[in-house]
């Protein structure tokens, strides 16, 4: 939950708030059944068959090597976009202390700073990560208690549970309103799939794995929609804006004038942790595509001490800096397009989730095993079904607004390149292309150049 929870929730939410009312809440909820769905899919797989890099190797175990190239590199390219719109969040948080400080400048240095934490070694990397997430997680903790104790005792200036209906009631867009707010919904909920990854380094996945996939519904429901329903009662959800962070709005506007400063903090702390750990994925993915040769070889090269692989994480930020350029020429929507890119992305990654989940189970029926399943999907194939539709309902809806709609221009070219670069790597390296159980772990893998 600490790499799921950054600028969707903390900033993004200012957009689905502004686009369905307090029916956002409604939003959130659809969208955590949704990856529900997805996570027990992944989750059935990752119990039969344990592995590191989860679902590459599902997808090119079942479903084909392009698919197990295809959702590496799109998975890499999601975790790119996502950090740019984290970064491009962060501006905005800042520009509420420094009005006059430009967006980028703060993006860039956020970049230079986790850059160097994340070259170091993997220490300070998960020394950082932990207070990052800490702080977030204590904080919403923390926000919905307040947010209690202001309700229950009158503190505040107008806080009430009425705000959720006062203003043309409970859905004041209709359910419309919803159907848009969807895609940056889904956006927010990016990163809940590393649960799968981890799945070849846990001691005991059959145990540990369904406890976790399980316990990811809950947890949306109180960090997201929990944390949501405290900010639309103590604000009405019309004066929520894109100037500032929700959180950060609402406490300002119930008087209480040390919080906003408090909440600032914390959603710096939350876009940094994000960034952070998006940062480090992309190093890694990269390090497993090269393993698997697809990708350049020189991304395999890691530190002397066996733990970071550098060159992936420079090259990963090289690409992040085009970001910091976004957020020069677009400062205002820079997060609303960067997000929107990122989720198509997502979708890409989920929907493959549910189509090599289908493969899988069909494989398994087929050989009769698939009574020995220990984490099966409820409801297969009929859940399937369910989210793959809803998957495409998202992609849909991007198409009915213009911040959105720009990413479904993004796509066809992303997977042109993908097209072009599975072909190239068949070429130069036959037989090898196919992209099997990653070896994430360290020490340094067979073949891994120390630099």
């Not at 649960?195 to 406890?211: D, H, K, L, S």
């Amino acid at each position: 939950m600490g790499g799921a929870i950054g600028s969707g929730l903390f900033y993004g939410s200012s957009t689905t708030i502004s686009l369905a009312g307090p029916a956002v809440l409604i939003g959130y909820i659809a969208g955590s059944a949704l990856m529900f769905v997805v996570m027990r899919a992944l989750g059935e797989m990752a119990t039969a068959e344990p592995l590191s890099g989860s679902f590459s190797a599902y997808a090119h175990k079942y479903a084909g090597p392009f698919a197990g190239f295809m959702v590496g590199w799109t998975y890499w390219f999601s975790w790119i976009v996502v950090d740019m719109a984290e970064l491009a969040a962060l501006g905005v948080y800042v520009a509420y202390w420094a009005p006059g400080l430009p967006h980028w400048a703060s993006a860039l240095a956020a970049l230079m700073v986790i850059l160097c934490v994340n070259l170091v070694n993997v220490r300070s990397f998960g020394e950082a990560e932990f207070w990052f997430a800490l702080v977030k997680v204590m904080a919403i903790l923390a926000l919905i208690a307040c947010g209690a104790v202001i309700l229950a005792f009158h503190l505040g200036h107008g806080a009430s549970v009425g705000n959720l209906w006062r203003d043309r009631g409970l859905l004041p867009h209709g359910t419309s309103g919803i159907l848009l707010a969807l895609p940056l919904i889904m956006f927010s909920f990016g990163g809940t799939e590393l649960v799968g990854i981890t799945a070849g380094e846990a001691t005991n996945p059959q145990v540990t794995i369904p406890r976790a996939v399980n316990n990811v519904i809950w947890r949306i429901l109180l960090f997201y929609v929990g944390a949501l329903l405290f900010i639309m009662m103590l604000v009405p959800w019309t004066s929520v804006g894109l100037t500032a962070s929700p959180f950060v709005i609402a406490f300002r506007d119930v008087g209480i004038p040390a919080a906003p400063g408090i909440i600032n903090f914390v959603v710096i702390t939350a876009a940094l942790s994000a960034f952070n750990s998006g940062l480090y994925s992309t190093g890694r993915m990269l390090l497993t595509l090269a393993e698997n040769h697809q990708a350049p070889a020189r991304f395999r090269t890691i530190s002397r001490n066996g733990k970071v692989p550098y060159v992936g994480i420079l090259f990963s930020a090289g690409v992040l800096s085009i970001g910091v350029v976004v957020d020069l020429v677009l400062p205002e929507r820079a997060f609303l397009y960067l997000s929107s890119i990122a989720t198509v992305s997502l979708i890409t990654t989920w929907t493959m989730i549910l189509v090599t989940q289908w493969l899988f189970r069909k494989a398994k029926l087929s050989d009769g095993t698939s009574a020995g399943l220990r984490f099966p999907l409820f409801g297969w194939p009929f859940t399937t079904y369910a989210g793959l539709t809803g998957m495409a309902l998202v992609v849909v809806m991007m198409a009915f607004q213009a911040t959105t709609r720009i990413a479904l221009y993004m796509a066809p070219v992303w997977f042109g390149l993908l097209v072009a670069g599975y072909a190239l790597s068949r070429r130069s390296r036959p037989g090898t292309q196919a992209l099997g159980a990653a070896k994430l772990s360290f020490p340094l893998p067979t073949g891994t150049r120390k630099a």
